[in-house]
Structures are given as C-alpha cells and as structure tokens.
C-alpha cells in the first residue's frame, strides 16, 4: 500500500464489498434513527409524556442484549457472518413493517411497542455482534481502523439525517409514515450483503470444535489492557449513555419542544458524533489505556455541563454537539482498544462481550435515569449520569496507575475482526 493511500481518511472504502456495506448501512441506520425518533414521541403521546413508560419500552428493547448477545457472537464466530446479517435484517424490517400498519390504521397501542421492542432487541442480539466481526471480513487487519472510523462516521450520518428528517415527517404526515419509511429502508442493507463477492472476503480459519463462549471469557480475564476499558465502558454507558431516554425528556419537558425542534436537538448531538467519529479515521494503530480515560472524562464533564449550564435551548443545541462528539471518541477509543488488542480467534466473542456490555447495561441504565427524571427533572438525568461518569473514570484512571508493563503483543490476523460501535453506539446507541 502506498503512503498516500496508507493515510487517506477514505482508504477502506476503496474496498468494493465494504462500500457497498456501508452505502446499505446508511440508508438503513437513518431508517433506524428516524424510527426511534417516531417511536420515543409515540410513547410519549401514549403516556402523557411519561418518563417511565419510555425507559420501560427502552428497557424492554434493550433486555435481549443481556441474554442472547454472547451466543449471538458465538454464531458470528462459527457461521457464515453474511448469511446471518441477511436472515437478522429480514427479521427486523418484518416486524418494523408490522408496526408501521399498526400505527398507520390507529390500532397501536402501548403493548404493540413493547413487543416490538422486545423482538427487535432479540434481532439485534445476533446483528449487532455479527455486524462488528464482519467489518474485520471485509477490509483486512491492515485497513481495520480505518474501516472501524468509517463505521462510525457512516452511523453518525445516518444519525444526522434520520432525526432531522423524522420530525419533519411526524409533523407533515404522522409517526406511521416514519416507521414504514424504516421497514423499507432494511431492503438496502439485505441489497447490499446479497451482492458482495464471497471470494473477496477476508476469512480466516474458523475455530477447530465448537466457539464456546467461555473461552472468549478467559480470554477477557486474562488481559487486564481488555478487563479495564470493559469495565470502564460498563459504567459510562450504564449511567451516561442514556441519550435515547434523556433527549426527549429534555426536549419536551424542559424546552417544551415540537417534534421538529427535538429533531434539531438529536441532529446537534449526532453532528458532534460525525465530527469525532471522521477525526478518529486518522487512526491507524492501537489507542493507550490513557487516552481512553482521559475522553471518558471529558465526556462526563461536558454530559454535566448539559443538565447544569444550559440556560436555554440554543446554549443545549452547543453542549449536546460537544457531548455527542465526547461520546463517540470515547465508545471509538475504548471499542479500538478492545478489538485491536484482542486475539482475532475471539475477536467475534469479545466485541459480543463488548456489545453486551455497552448496550446490555441499557435496560438497568433507562430504569435507573428513567426514575430519576420522575423524580426531579430532565436536567437532573444529565448531571447524575454524567458525575457519575466521571466517578468512574477517576477509579479506572487510579487502577491504571496501579499497574504496569508492557502492551501484550498479539496476532494482526487469523480470525474474525471487528467494527466500531454498533447501533448503539456503534454504536453509542442512545
């Protein structure tokens, strides 16, 4: 690879099967977006703007992830990653398709979300990890970080677009139009998987015996440069990653927002996240463990800065841009860390781990902020997540002090790799 295109931000979409995935992946993600814009503000319209029905109904969607999603990264290490992507996108675009008529002939209620959350979080138990490992199948060790950048940024436009889009259509035609808008948009990823070129894809020798679970776990276990960043990305994303919940509640109990003007709020935190998640495509070795702490507390000082500082709804619009920003550097630093450092034989298991860890802590997070913001407001859910984000962040930043030696070496390939951050976060998912 020449120098020029060893440092192009774009190099990995030079690969023909990774820009097809990741055109798929665009028109997909801002279906998703602009689905949970739609979905949120039915919830809320259903419940008189209850804060506890929307973390239950986040809850629920995110309650299949602490269960399923180790054996959903067993599968991504022992099956055809492509054909699972297929069967997990069909799935999802079904059930989006059936709440959409749902919501369009007026017989939607609270309990048809629920279950749709609750199936579609069983879908992305699968997706979400198999989707990280496939990324690795596509582009190769050497264009990995790129390809991980680009992952976030192309999510982070989606994010962009969705939302912005979504509360121009809620307004204009209703929250139905939106939600069959996303059914559609699932075609594109399916689209996309089926013309790839299997020949092309880097795949390395699958497992001897069976991928078990347990062993992605010792594995874990016996890396603290992978135990720390887990651990860390565990507690922010239990209490700081709640965004899916938060906004709305800001946009709608404290600025007493339309749906346009929320749109606007979740379009200035998914910008920052672009902004970042394009920095980071300069990226082209393993992220240090001080690095990691150090955005981890900056995301916590700016997620404070939101509930406490922000006297009105422009000065928000600025912190959220910031926040979001914060966010994705963090999830892309802790996610290269991890991938990166891991054995590409587990690589499939520990971004599940990862995954798991990052969205699993959702259900837990959305009740906890969720009561929270019953109690005493949309602010204080900001600055409670973020002080205790950044709690966390000094324990992990007085752990790393207390250790020391050098970075494990290990294999750049031979096995599965991975992506940035899912739907999630990808995936800051909220």
């Known amino acids: 690879m020449t120098p020029t295109v060893a440092t192009h931000p774009f190099r990995a979409l030079r690969v023909r099967n990774f820009r097809l995935f990741a055109t798929g992946q665009v028109v997909s993600v801002a279906g998703t977006w602009m689905s949970v814009v739609a979905q949120d503000w039915l919830v809320l319209e259903l419940t008189g703007d209850s804060a506890t029905a929307l973390g239950t109904v986040t809850a629920l969607q995110f309650t299949p992830m602490l269960l399923f999603t180790l054996y959903g990264g067993r599968l991504a290490d022992r099956y055809d990653k492509r054909a699972l992507l297929t069967a997990a996108n069909l799935v999802s675009g079904l059930l989006a398709l059936l709440l959409a008529v749902l919501v ?20 992305n138990s699968v997706e979400v990890p198999t989707r990280m490992a496939f990324v690795g199948e596509l582009v190769g060790a050497e264009l990995l970080p790129n390809a991980s950048a680009l992952s976030a940024a192309y999510f982070n436009v989606a994010r962009v677009a969705g939302p912005a889009v979504a509360g121009l259509v809620i307004t204009a035609f209703g929250t139905g139009w939106v939600l069959l808008i996303n059914a559609v948009s699932y075609a594109a990823t399916v689209l996309a998987l089926r013309r790839m070129r299997p020949d092309e894809l880097h795949r390395g020798a699958r497992p001897a015996g069976r991928a078990r679970v347990a062993d992605g776990l010792r594995h874990v276990r016996d890396r603290p440069d992978l135990l720390v960043p887990l651990a860390l990305v565990a507690g ?98 802790a996610n290269h ?15 599940a781990l990862y995954t798991l860890i990052l969205q699993g802590s959702t259900p837990v997070g959305a009740l ?31 752990l790393r002090a207390g250790r020391s030696g050098p970075e494990p070496v290990v294999p750049a390939s031979g096995g599965t790799s991975a992506s940035g951050p899912g739907r999630a976060a990808e995936d800051v998912r909220s």
């Open 236 to 333: 922010v994303g239990l209490f700081g990653l709640n965004f899916q919940l938060t906004l709305p509640l800001l946009a709608k109990t404290v600025f007493h927002a339309d749906a346009a003007s929320f749109g606007l709020l979740t379009t200035a935190f998914a910008a920052g996240s672009l902004a970042a998640a394009f920095l980071t495509t300069a990226r082209r070795s393993r992220p240090s463990a001080r690095l990691v702490t150090g955005s981890a507390l900056v995301f916590a000082v700016l997620e404070t800065a939101v509930g406490w500082a922000a006297p009105g709804y422009a000065a928000a619009v600025v912190l959220l841009f910031l926040t979001g920003g914060a966010s994705i550097y963090f999830a892309q630093a």
């Open 337 to 351: 860390r991890i991938q990166l450092g891991s054995d590409p034989h587990y690589r499939g298991r520990v971004l």
């Open 104 to 123: 369009l002939t007026g017989t939607a209620r609270l309990g048809h979300i629920h279950a749709f959350a609750l199936c579609l979080g069983l879908a």
């Open 368 to 398: 906890v902020v969720g009561r929270i913001g019953a109690e005493w407001g949309a602010r204080a859910c900001f600055v409670a997540g973020g002080l205790a984000s950044f709690v966390i962040a000094l324990a992990a930043l007085a």
